[in-house]
């Protein structure tokens, strides 16, 4: 880690900044914007690089909403990763304790991305304002990542090769906790499976009819009897897309279904996959309709770094406890209140807490917020969920960590994410993930044999796991491919 005059004075410009930067966040929280059309969240974020003398390259692997700022010159390159996206009918109003939508069927930010890119920034703006103040050599890169949220917006990126040149990439992200635990998250992949009938009278003409929509549902049902058949640590999921229209007396000539398949590697889910294509294929066949497979996107398992998780949470130690006041915890409360047992008891097993840095106490749940920081166990663990991130990890060493934005017991993609979104507390677990992410930077910066460690590691690491990317050259990102 940094000296501790260094680590101070990084840490002051970042306060200093800090109010600038919590209300860039509330912007992006209020665009709420879906995956790739963050247009008003992305030009925020680039006029902010420009205003603090970043260079900017706009349109990275053709999306419009895909950047890179850069700051510096020479090695080591630091890559801070940035997201701005929000999630389909989410819409929440901020600061209260009861589900309320501010406009019906709208967006909102449930993952609470508008906190992770605005962060990200904040630690990408102070560690090069410090750098060029030292006169310490090094090349800062904030990297504005669009679509994490089902578009896999990074995979794209590093297809691309937007990371080739990158020594090494650093990023958080909002959780119920504060610290950094490795993981091995789920490779993903998501097809829609779109089937084509006849249409047909239902009553006095249904032989004549070849019903889409129950090609969806019997493929549905065989999924499901798959579940049995496949490895215990895989996932598959769906959502009807197309339901062939609302006309109940017309036997339906189109519909449509998404399905995403997670698996802890991307080999086990490309065979996975390929067993769910036959059970569309057999729905197709039972229902005499024709099935187009059509694939949309995927990420692949993350890669730990180690050196890297070790050197976050040294800083994290540095820095101290996140500053909450009476007046946090009180609204963390109501928010919990919010929950059952079992989903506070699930939230803390979820973040594998099990003993505190600061305070030497196992967590229990009974402070809604955590006020401490979680022992780092130096060694990874697996979790269910997939992130994009996870394919920048393969072409560079990355690392992560948690802020505790939300109260303990909150899970992601809820409404509770949403209403804790703009809170007080919320703005400081922020500046608080941007004073470690900065913090590590600098140590990146300034101790080389940190850089080569970790190189070292991730080098060891893909030697074992060759790294192929998952989407094909001839897909493009999309909004959406749904016939809707």
Same mark, same amino acid.
């Given at each position: 880690?940094?000296?501790?005059?260094?680590?101070?004075?990084?840490?002051?410009?970042?306060?200093?900044?800090?109010?600038?930067?919590?209300?860039?966040?509330?912007?992006?929280?209020?665009?709420?914007?879906?995956?790739?059309?963050?247009?008003?969240?992305?030009?925020?974020?680039?006029?902010?690089?420009?205003?603090?003398?970043?260079?900017?390259?706009?349109?990275?692997?053709?999306?419009?909403?895909?950047?890179?700022?850069?700051?510096?010159?020479? +090695?080591?390159?630091?890559? /801070? #990763?940035? %997201?701005?996206?929000?999630?389909?009918?989410?819409?929440?109003? &901020?600061?209260? =304790?009861?589900?309320?939508?501010?406009?019906?069927?709208?967006?909102?930010?449930?993952?609470?991305?508008?906190?992770?890119?605005?962060?990200?920034?904040?630690?990408?703006?102070?560690?090069?304002?410090?750098?060029?103040?030292?006169?310490?050599?090094?090349?800062?890169?904030?990297?504005?990542?669009?679509?994490?949220?089902?578009?896999?917006?990074?995979?794209?990126?590093?297809?691309?090769?937007?990371?080739?040149?990158?020594?090494?990439?650093?990023?958080?992200?909002?959780?119920?906790?504060?610290?950094?635990?490795?993981?091995?998250?789920?490779?993903?992949?998501?097809?829609?499976?779109?089937?084509?009938?006849?249409?047909?009278?239902?009553?006095?003409?249904?032989?004549?009819?070849?019903?889409?929509?129950?090609?969806?549902?019997?493929? +549905?049902?065989?999924?499901? /009897? #798959?579940? %049995?058949?496949?490895?215990?640590?895989?996932?598959?999921?769906? &959502?009807?897309? =197309?339901?062939?229209?609302?006309?109940?007396?017309?036997?339906?000539?189109?519909?449509?279904?998404?399905?995403?398949?997670?698996?802890?590697?991307?080999?086990?889910?490309?065979?996975?996959?390929?067993?769910?294509?036959?059970?569309?294929?057999?729905?197709?066949?039972?229902?005499?309709?024709?099935?187009?497979?059509?694939?949309?996107?995927?990420?692949?398992?993350?890669?730990?770094?180690?050196?890297?998780?070790?050197?976050?949470?040294?800083?994290?130690?540095?820095?101290?406890?996140?500053?909450?006041?009476?007046?946090?915890?009180?609204?963390?409360?109501?928010?919990?209140?919010?929950?059952?047992?079992?989903?506070?008891?699930?939230?803390?097993?979820?973040?594998?807490?099990?003993?505190?840095?600061?305070?030497?106490?196992?967590?229990?749940?009974?402070?809604?917020?955590?006020?401490?920081?979680?022992?780092?166990?130096?060694?990874?663990?697996?979790? &269910?969920?997939?992130?994009?991130?996870?394919?920048?990890?393969?072409?560079?060493?990355?690392?992560?960590?948690?802020?505790?934005?939300?109260?303990?017991?909150?899970?992601?993609?809820?409404?509770?994410?949403?209403?804790?979104?703009?809170?007080?507390?919320?703005?400081?677990?922020?500046?608080?993930?941007?004073?470690?992410?900065?913090?590590?930077?600098?140590?990146?910066?300034?101790?080389?044999?940190?850089?080569?460690?970790?190189?070292?590691?991730?080098?060891?690491?893909?030697?074992?796991?060759?790294?192929?990317?998952?989407?094909?050259?001839?897909?493009?990102?999309?909004?959406?491919?749904?016939?809707?």
């Amino acid at each position: 880690m940094p000296d501790q005059t260094a680590l101070k004075s990084l840490t002051q410009s970042i306060d200093r900044l800090a109010p600038d930067f919590t209300s860039l966040s509330d912007r992006i929280w209020d665009f709420a914007e879906l995956k790739f059309d963050e247009f008003k969240s992305a030009e925020l974020l680039v006029q902010t690089l420009k205003q603090h003398g970043f260079a900017v390259e706009q349109g990275i692997a053709g999306m419009e909403t895909a950047f890179i700022g850069q700051y510096g010159s020479g +090695n080591p390159v630091i890559a /801070f #990763l940035g %997201e701005y996206d929000a999630l389909a009918g989410m819409s929440q109003i &901020a600061d209260i =304790d009861e589900p309320l939508e501010s406009k019906p069927g709208a967006s909102g930010h449930g993952c609470g991305h508008n906190l992770l890119g605005a962060g990200s920034l904040l630690a990408a703006v102070s560690l090069a304002k410090h750098l060029e103040a030292n006169c310490l050599q090094g090349t800062v890169r904030y990297y504005g990542c669009p679509g994490e949220e089902g578009g896999s917006g990074k995979t794209f990126m590093v297809r691309a090769g937007a990371f080739d040149d990158v020594d090494a990439a650093l990023t958080w992200h909002p959780a119920p906790f504060n610290g950094v635990r490795s993981t091995n998250n789920l490779a993903v992949l998501e097809y829609y499976y779109r089937f084509k009938g006849v249409a047909a009278h239902a009553s006095n003409a249904a032989h004549l009819g070849r019903s889409a929509l129950d090609a969806v549902e019997l493929m +549905n049902v065989g999924v499901n /009897f #798959l579940r %049995e058949h496949m490895p215990q640590d895989c996932r598959v999921h769906y &959502a009807i897309t =197309d339901a062939g229209g609302r006309a109940a007396n017309v036997v339906q000539a189109k519909a449509e279904v998404l399905y995403l398949v997670r698996a802890p590697e991307m080999s086990q889910a490309l065979a996975l996959a390929e067993r769910v294509d036959q059970v569309a294929r057999g729905a197709a066949m039972m229902t005499g309709t024709e099935v187009e497979i059509i694939f949309d996107t995927a990420a692949t398992n993350l890669l730990p770094n180690l050196t890297l998780e070790n050197a976050i949470h040294e800083n994290l130690v540095a820095i101290g406890p996140v500053p909450f006041d009476e007046a946090d915890i009180e609204f963390a409360r109501k928010i919990q209140a919010t929950f059952t047992q079992e989903a506070i008891n699930s939230s803390i097993k979820l973040y594998q807490i099990k003993q505190d840095v600061f305070s030497n106490e196992k967590i229990d749940g009974s402070t809604p917020l955590h006020t401490g920081l979680r022992a780092f166990e130096g060694q990874s663990h697996f979790r &269910a969920g997939s992130t994009d991130v996870g394919d920048v990890s393969r072409v560079t060493p990355t690392a992560q960590c948690w802020a505790p934005a939300w109260a303990i017991g909150t899970n992601p993609h809820t409404w509770q994410v949403v209403a804790q979104g703009r809170s007080a507390a919320a703005h400081k677990a922020m500046v608080h993930a941007a004073k470690a992410l900065a913090s590590t930077g600098l140590d990146l910066a300034t101790s080389p044999d940190l850089l080569a460690k970790a190189k070292e590691e991730w080098q060891n690491a893909v030697q074992n796991e060759p790294y192929v990317c998952p989407i094909p050259n001839h897909i493009m990102p999309a909004v959406h491919l749904s016939t809707q």
